[in-house]
C-alpha cells in the first residue's frame, strides 16, 4: 500500500524527534510491504525566519493532499520572549486546526510499569492509571472574539464561545472512544460559575441518552485537577474543553514519568494529525537528548487512527514497550545511563527491522 505524509518538523527539538519517527516509519514499511511517501512543510517559527506566515498556504497545500500529518512542535523563545509580538509561531498550530477542521484532541496516558518508579506520585495512587482526554480543539477561550487589549493596553479581553454543534461532535468522539475502552465519560466542566460550561452540561447530558451502555459523570475542572493527583485510575475518557483540556492533559503526563512518552491525535472533517504533546524544548534543541518516544507513539497512533493500519501500530508499541524494558531511554527517563535521541530510534526501528 501506498500513503502520503505530511511531515511538520517545526521548531526546536522537532526535527529530531521527528527524523526518529520518521525513521521509525521507515522501518514498518519495509516490515508490512508499505510505500510512505513524505512531502515536509513549515509551520511555526521554523516558517517565520523565512519570512513566512506560521502556517504558510504552501504548508496548507502539503497536509491537505496527504493521507496524515506528523506533526514535531512548536515554539521559538525569539517570539515567545517578546509580548508585543503581533504574530507569534503558536498562530501556525491554531490556524492550522482551524482550517483542517481538526476538532477533536485524543490524548491517551498509560503508565508502563517498568517506569512507575520515575512518577513523582505515590505507586499505589497511580497503579492502574490508563486514561484518554478528549479535548476540544478549534472553539473556547483560544478562538472566541472580541479578543483585544482595550483603554490604551490597560485592560485584556478574551470571549470564550462553544455551540451545541461543536459540543455534541466532540461528545460523539468521547462516547465512541469510551465504547472501545471501559465505557465510562466524565464531562469536566465549571457548570457552577460559566455559561458555556452550563451549555456543554445540557448538551451532553441530554446527548448520552444514544449511548445507553456508557456510564456519564460530572467533575468541575479543579476537582479534576486533584483527581487526576490523588487518584487518576478512577478516570476512563475525560471529556472537556479547549483550555481544561489543555491544562488538564499536561497534568495527567507525570502519571508517566515524563511528558516525552505521550502521543497525540487530532481528527476532524479532513486529514488526521499526530503529535508529541511536549513543547519545542528550544534549550535542548541540537544536543541529541530529546525523547523521541512520544513522537514515535504519535506516529503508531498514525497508522492506526489515520491509515487503518492496526497490525502495524501495535508493531510499534511493542517496539517501544521493549525499549522502555531495555532501558533504551534518554536522560528524562534514564539518569544513569542516558541514551540520545537517535540511539533511541535507532533501537526501535531495530526491533521492526
Known amino acids: 500500500m ?17 527524523a526518529e519517527a520518521v525513521k521509525v516509519l521507515d522501518a514498518i ?30 504548508t496548507h497545500q502539503v497536509c491537505t493532499e ?24 503558536e498562530q501556525g498550530l491554531l490556524a492550522m486546526r482551524k482550517k483542517l477542521g481538526l476538532y477533536a484532541n485524543l490524548r491517551p496516558v498509560k503508565m508502563y510499569p517498568e517506569l512507575i518508579h520515575l512518577s513523582p506520585l505515590k505507586e499505589e495512587r497511580i497503579l492502574g492509571a490508563d486514561l484518554l482526554v478528549v479535548r476540544e480543539l478549534t472553539g473556547g477561550l483560544y478562538f472566541g472574539e472580541p479578543r ?20 455534541e461532535r466532540i461528545a460523539r468522539v468521547a462516547f465512541k472512544m469510551a465504547g472501545l475502552r471501559r465505557k465510562k465519560v466524565t ?22 441518552a444514544e449511548y445507553p451502555d456508557i456510564e456519564l459523570d460530572y467533575m468541575f ?9 490523588i487518584n487518576p485510575a478512577r478516570f476512563d475518557v475525560i471529556l472537556t474543553e479547549n483550555l481544561f483540556g489543555d491544562i488538564l492533559s499536561d497534568e495527567a503526563s507525570v502519571i508517566s514519568g515524563s511528558i516525552g512518552l505521550l502521543p497525540s491525535a487530532s481528527i476532524g472533517d479532513h ?13 535542548g534543541a541540537g544536543k541529541n537528548i530529546a525523547n523521541p518516544l512520544a513522537t514515535i507513539l504519535s506516529a503508531a497512533m498514525l497508522l492506526r487512527t489515520g491509515l487503518n493500519l492496526q ?5 510499534v508499541e511493542e517496539a517501544v514497550e521493549e525499549c522502555i524494558r531495555q532501558k533504551i531511554l534518554t536522560w528524562d527517563l534514564n539518569r544513569d545511563n542516558p541514551a540520545g535521541t537517535s540511539q533511541v530510534g535507532d533501537f526501535v526501528a531495530g526491533i521492526l527491522q
Open 311 to 315: 497490525a502495524e501500530a501495535e508493531s
Open 29 to 58: 514499511a519495509v516490515k508490512y510491504n508499505h510505500r510512505f511517501l513524505y512531502r515536509y512543510g513549515l509551520i511555526g517559527g521554523a516558517a517565520m525566519r523565512q519570512g513566512l506566515d506560521p502556517y504558510p498556504e504552501e
Open 271 to 283: 486529514v488526521p494529525l499526530f503529535e508529541p504533546i511536549h513543547g519545542s524544548y528550544p534549550d
Open 2 to 18: 501506498e500513503y502520503k505524509i505530511a511531515v511538520l518538523p517545526g521548531d526546536g527539538i522537532g526535527p529530531e524527534i521527528i
Open 221 to 229: 475542572v479543579d476537582n479534576t485537577a486533584m483527581q487526576l493527583i
Open 148 to 167: 483585544e487589549l482595550r483603554n490604551n493596553g490597560t485592560q485584556a479581553i478574551d470571549t470564550c464561545v462553544y455551540s451545541v454543534d461543536e459540543i
Open 187 to 208: 464531562l469536566v466542566d465549571k457548570a457552577n460559575v460559566l455559561e458555556t460550561s452550563r451549555l456543554w452540561r445540557r448538551t451532553v447530558t441530554r446527548l448520552a
Open 66 to 89: 496527504a493521507d496524515a500529518i506528523l506533526f514535531g512542535a512548536i515554539g521559538d523563545p525569539l517570539y515567545d520572549n517578546n509580548p508585543d509580538a503581533k504574530v507569534r509561531p
